[in-house]
């Protein structure tokens, strides 16, 4: 992952003078695919207030969010939930817990440390074969004026 490390660096640098635009990364497999190194690479940063985990990468996903035009749920994209349920914590950071509930337990906000997707990109879903289907997702936000911020809770439905 060091070899992306410097272009995310220069990547959320861009997000925040908003000079990335749909023009040069137009493919949905791309950015889903930089979504992932994104979160990836966040969720290594100690943050002082881990509730604040989901609102301090709101700006970013707002920009995502007008690229790859899905609904944003708990970190993920409500339309490729099935691969964005394929996570894992890699490396564990004891010195980030925190008792402060951020996220339900399947999205990747939950856990604190590095974390990888098992599944390349959600595009090539299709080809796996997966034998479930979400048929629904909510969430239930702490403060309702904040979207993208700190959850209460969260469920989703799925048939296999």
């Given at each position: 992952?060091?070899?992306?490390q410097?272009?995310?660096k220069g990547?959320?640098r861009?997000?925040?003078?908003?000079?990335?635009?749909?023009?040069?990364?137009?493919?949905?497999e791309t950015?889903?695919?930089?979504w992932?190194?994104?979160?990836?690479?966040y969720?290594?940063?100690?943050?002082?207030?881990?509730?604040?985990?989901l609102v301090a990468l709101?700006?970013?996903?707002?920009?995502v969010?007008?690229?790859?035009?899905?609904?944003?749920?708990?970190?993920t994209?409500?339309?490729?939930?099935?691969?964005?349920?394929?996570?894992?914590v890699?490396?564990?950071?004891p010195d980030?817990?925190?008792?402060?509930?951020v996220?339900?337990?399947?999205p990747?906000?939950?856990?604190?440390g590095?974390?990888?997707?098992?599944?390349?990109?959600p595009?090539?879903?299709?080809?796996?074969?997966?034998?479930?289907?979400?048929?629904?997702?909510?969430i239930?936000?702490?403060?309702?004026?904040?979207?993208?911020?700190?959850l209460?809770?969260?469920?989703?439905?799925y048939?296999?």
């Amino acid at each position: 992952m060091d070899r992306y490390q410097g272009f995310l660096k220069g990547l959320f640098r861009d997000f925040q003078r908003k000079r990335w635009t749909p023009r040069q990364h137009d493919c949905l497999e791309t950015i889903l695919l930089l979504w992932n190194q994104i979160v990836s690479l966040y969720n290594l940063k100690k943050l002082t207030h881990q509730e604040d985990k989901l609102v301090a990468l709101s700006g970013i996903v707002k920009r995502v969010q007008k690229l790859v035009e899905l609904e944003y749920i708990a970190g993920t994209w409500k339309e490729c939930l099935i691969y964005f349920l394929h996570w894992k914590v890699k490396k564990h950071d004891p010195d980030g817990q925190s008792h402060t509930y951020v996220a339900p337990s399947w999205p990747w906000p939950s856990a604190n440390g590095e974390i990888e997707f098992d599944v390349e990109c959600p595009i090539k879903l299709p080809k796996l074969n997966l034998k479930a289907n979400i048929l629904a997702a909510d969430i239930s936000l702490v403060n309702e004026s904040l979207p993208f911020g700190q959850l209460s809770g969260g469920a989703f439905a799925y048939r296999l």
